[in-house]
């Protein structure tokens, strides 16, 4: 994925700019200090120190004073966890994925779209585990894994060429797309074949297939995946299983369709 976006939310006045430093504290993945957060933020200092001392107030941010460092608030993790119980295809799918990855022992992904991004919900490790990006929690690139790409392709016209201007075209390897034309006619391919691939396009010696989570009307709620290393397994090995990839994510569509899930 590229770096942060650093230009300052204005459309979205005080708030967005509240949310975006929270988004910078967040990408740290740690107690970050003051000099640290002004680095990467586009605001003034005064400005940035003002919307940190709001958000501690307000329990969003922790301050600690002996290190002087901010973390993520214990009020904005009640909310996360809130939200992850309402939005979050996790606990529904929670049953599918254990039955997957019982039947194909490998590496088993379940993730959202979130602006063009991956958000992984969930994930199964393999019997033998491989290194890999992805973890629950993470948020990966869109243009470039199987997941990011099966669930593109089944957005409507105007979602997906939103999706595709989110998409930074970050060359991680010799097979990853780095232009929107390669990546539209990659989804036009996903769409008449009804499955992606991961073709070592975010990470040398990982593959994947992918397939998207479908309501019965065709609205697209998420993708589950099963992913390996060259080392184990070809595309030709991965698409043995893609009946039973295939079945798991219609159980897990069946299992939502009452549930309300945010567009």
């Keep these: 994925m590229g770096a942060m976006d650093k230009s300052p939310q204005t459309a979205d006045g005080t708030v967005g700019k509240a949310l975006h430093v929270l988004d910078m504290v967040a990408a740290h993945m740690r107690p970050v200090r003051f000099n640290d957060i002004l680095t990467d933020s586009p605001y003034p200092k005064a400005t940035l120190y003002r919307l940190l001392q709001t958000l501690t107030n307000q329990g969003m941010l922790s301050f600690d004073p002996d290190g002087g460092t901010y973390a993520p608030g214990i009020r904005l993790v009640r909310l996360a966890h809130s939200a ?33 991004q991956v958000l992984y ?41 939103d999706a595709i201007r989110h998409q930074s075209y970050f060359r991680h390897t010799d097979h990853t797309l780095t232009s929107p034309d390669a990546l539209r006619a990659e989804l036009a391919h996903i769409r008449s074949r009804g499955v992606a691939y991961d073709r070592e396009e975010h ?55 009452n549930w309300q899930f945010p567009s």
């Excluded at 929670?94 to 194909?104: G, T």
């Excluded at 033998?128 to 089944?154: D, H, L, N, R």
């Excluded at 010696?205 to 080392?231: D, E, N, V, W, Y």
């Design 84 to 116: 992850w119980r309402q939005s979050s295809l996790a606990p529904l799918a929670r049953p599918h994925l254990d039955e997957l990855s019982s039947q194909v022992q490998e590496t088993i992904h379940l993730a959202q779209l979130d602006r063009g």
């Design 121 to 161: 919900v969930d994930k199964r490790n393999a019997a033998t585990p491989v290194e890999m990006f992805s973890q629950a929690g993470k948020v990966g690139p869109g243009y470039c894994t199987g997941v990011g790409k099966a669930m593109m392709a089944y957005l409507n016209d105007d979602a997906r060429e």
């Design 203 to 257: 990470e040398v010696g990982i593959i994947c297939i992918a397939a998207p989570i479908l309501l019965p009307g065709g609205r697209m709620i998420g993708a589950l995946s099963i992913t390996t290393s060259t080392q184990h397994k070809s595309l030709r090995d991965l698409d043995q299983l893609e009946p039973m990839l295939q079945a798991c994510a219609n159980n897990i569509a069946g299992a939502a369709e």
